[in-house]
Structure formats: C-alpha cells, structure tokens
C-alpha cells in the first residue's frame, strides 16, 4: 500500500479530541476543549427549528444565505464602522475552521511564508503547512502575553504573503493592545502582504477592552480578512457557521477554495445565525458581561486552591493558569491526565499549541459553564490539592 500525505499523518489527534475523550472515559468535569455547556440562546435555537420546516433545505448559494451575509454586513458596520458590500464581500463558512483553510489555500502559494503568533489555534500550521505555506513564528510568553516588536519585524522578509493574527487571543486569553495593532498594521503594509484575522471571540473582551478588527485600522480594509464563528457569538458550537469578510479581489480566491472543499453549510443555520446577528445590544453585552463573570467565579475558586496561580485573561472563555507551585513531577500533558483522572477535573495542556521550546507548567481551562459547574471543578481541586 502507498503511503498517506506524510504531513498530516505526523500529526496525532488534536488535543482537544483526546482530552475530551478522557474525560468521557473517567466522569470528569471537563473544562479543557472549549464549549459552553448551555444549548445556546432560546430565541436563536427557535430560528433554526422554524427554519428547518418554513424554508428550503436544499443546497444555499455558495458564498451563504443573503440574509446572513447581508447580517455579516450589518453587524460590520454596527459594530466597527466597516462599510462592507454583502455581496461582493462576505462569505459564509462551515465553521472558521473552514473559513482559515479557505483562506489559506486561497491566499497561499508553496513557498510563501506566513507570519504566526504563538500559542496558536491548534488547525492553522498544519494546514498552512499543507497549502505550500512556510510558518515564522513570533513567540509571546506568559504572564504579560508582550509582542516583541522587533521580533515581530524581523519575522517578515519580501516572501511573507500573510501574518495571522488571533485577538482576542486562543488560549493565551490576550486581547491585542491599539499600539500592538498599529504595529502589526504598518509590518504588513510595509512588506505589502495580507493579514487574516481570527476573531471568533470578538465579543468577549473583557474589563472595559475593546476589540479593533486589524481591518479597520489605516490602509488595511484591502488587504485584512475577517472570520467570525457563531459558534462563539451564540454558544452553538457544534453548529459549525463561521463568516469571512475581505476585499472582493481576495474573496474571490477564498470562494475558489470553499466551493471545492464544502460548497456549502446548512440552510436553516445560517438564517438563525442572520437573525442572532441583529439582535439588540443587551444580546452582545450580556455574553460578554456572562462570560467576565464566569473568568471571575473560577480565578477567584483556583486562587484558594494550592498551588494553582491564573494569569491575566483579558478575552475569550479560557483562563491560563502555571501550576509550576505544585511541584508536579511531569509535563503539562501528564498533569492534566493526572488530574482528570485523580481529581475528577479536566484542562488542557497548553505546550501542544506551541511549535517551538515551550514551558510545560501551563494548562487552560474553559470557564464557558454553569456556575455550579465551576464550583463543583474548584471543590474537586481544592479537595485533590488542599486549599
Ligand atoms: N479559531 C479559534 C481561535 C478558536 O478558538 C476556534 C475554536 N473553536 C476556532 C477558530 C474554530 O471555530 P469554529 O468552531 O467556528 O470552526
Ligand atoms: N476552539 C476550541 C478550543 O480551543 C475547540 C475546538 C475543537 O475542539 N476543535 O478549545
């Protein structure tokens, strides 16, 4: 038998699969892959039933339903002032997962180079490797997550085609700063290339943060692409909906490569994801003010259980957190292996989203869940640990 594409075949199950898994296999309580717990909201899960029976179930437009992408505008311009043509400029996804690999196989010729800031989201160098593409990689560390600026510059050369950027960040729970993103900016239109921006968890920044899509900055709306995930903005997960906006000329490229990898994504999601767009503002604030108290209810419970010392998280529904104080005698991955099964608790071990030296006294815990649940976690790792 001849072998398999020998790139993705080195790599195992994504951490997130395994981790889950284990947690099914011994009870857990699983704060490690990240998902919220309750089904999403009432009136957005209606749109979907009604949809399912009042509108066709046959194959959508390629680029998305219009009520969605004209929803996509709508909440470009509602929420960051972009002027965005919902025709010519927005494309709906199956998932952002989909959406990166669009992008990337459109965007990407074998032998580009591609500007990443780690930790990163576990999908994107293999199939930025996959596309032909060449990783840089700008490394941030803990706790203060500061993009070296001159190590950020020095990652660009006249082959960089794109820098992908994550704010709010995954799983360092940062929320890049305004200075960071002129910086970024004025790299990219100095070296003339693109930027796509991972920004499924715009609307969780937390303490008073704004989000500024790199887009809306200075000579940026031609040459940034935008991905959202409903999957965050609704707490729907396991719908898989995500939405692009760029340029035209680099749309067209990115539907190049979406109409051959899925052509499509489910008819009655994208109209509940247009309606749950245009909900008012008590929608958008209350997931953010929810998800701030949440970070709050779990930093506050680890920081009376031994050993367990949160870093800042400025965004997104993950906390970060060294347990180099416990003095465990194993890596990261052993520890949160520990701990699922000795503990009844399960996180993340965060080296696996590094691709170089990384420390392995880090894991990640999704607070995305029942306050009781959150409780109960802290009550079982106070009880594992003392506190
Ligand atoms: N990017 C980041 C940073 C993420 O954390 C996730 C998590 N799901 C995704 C992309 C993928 O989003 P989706 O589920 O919509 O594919
Ligand atoms: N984005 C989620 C996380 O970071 C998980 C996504 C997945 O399971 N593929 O935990």
């Not at 398999?4 to 790599?11: E, K, V």
């Not at 043509?85 to 032998?111: H, M, S, Y």
């Amino acid at each position: 038998m001849k072998p398999a594409n020998s790139l993705l075949s080195s790599f195992g199950t994504t951490v997130f699969e395994v981790m889950s898994r284990l947690a099914i296999e011994h009870g857990s309580i699983n704060l490690g892959q990240g998902f919220p717990d309750d089904s999403g909201p009432d009136a957005v899960l209606q749109q979907a039933s009604k949809f399912l029976f009042d509108k066709p179930n046959q194959y959508p437009p390629m680029l998305g339903v219009p009520e969605l992408r004209q929803a996509v505008a709508n909440h470009n311009k509602r929420f960051y002032d972009l002027d965005v043509d919902w025709q010519t400029e927005v494309i709906v996804t199956t998932g952002a997962t989909e959406g990166l690999a669009a992008c990337f196989f459109g965007l990407i010729e074998p032998g580009d180079e591609v500007v990443l800031i780690e930790p990163t989201y576990d999908c994107y160098q293999p199939i930025i490797k996959r596309a032909g593409g060449i990783p840089k990689v700008v490394t941030l560390r803990p706790p203060e997550w500061k993009l070296d600026i001159a190590a950020f510059k020095a990652a660009f050369t006249d082959k960089t085609k794109l820098v992908v950027l994550n704010s709010p960040m995954n799983p360092a729970s940062k929320v890049f700063t305004e200075a960071e993103l002129k910086v970024i900016a004025e790299t990219v239109i100095k070296h003339d290339c693109y930027a796509v921006c991972d920004e499924v968890y715009e609307h969780m920044a937390f303490d008073g943060r704004q989000h500024h899509p790199l887009m809306t900055l200075p000579g940026m709306r031609e040459r940034s692409v935008r991905i959202g995930s409903a999957g965050k903005t609704f707490s729907v997960t396991g719908w898989k909906v995500g939405y692009v906006t760029a340029p035209a000329d680099l749309l067209q490229p990115i539907s190049k490569a979406h109409q051959f990898l899925v052509f499509t994504t489910a008819p009655n999601l994208q109209r509940a994801v247009a309606f749950g767009l245009g909900q008012d503002d008590s929608y958008f604030n209350g997931l953010r003010d929810t998800m701030q108290a949440k970070r709050d209810r779990l930093a506050d419970g680890l920081s009376r259980v031994n050993g367990f010392e949160c870093v800042e998280c400025e965004g997104t529904y993950f906390q970060f957190v060294d347990i180099s104080g416990l003095g465990f005698d194993g890596d990261d991955a052993a520890f949160c292996r520990h701990i699922t099964i000795e503990a009844g608790v399960t996180a993340l071990p965060v080296s696996g989203f590094y691709s170089g030296e990384a420390s392995k006294n880090f894991i990640r815990f999704c607070f995305a869940k029942q306050d009781a649940v959150l409780d109960e976690a802290v009550g079982r790792l106070a009880a594992h640990f003392g506190g």
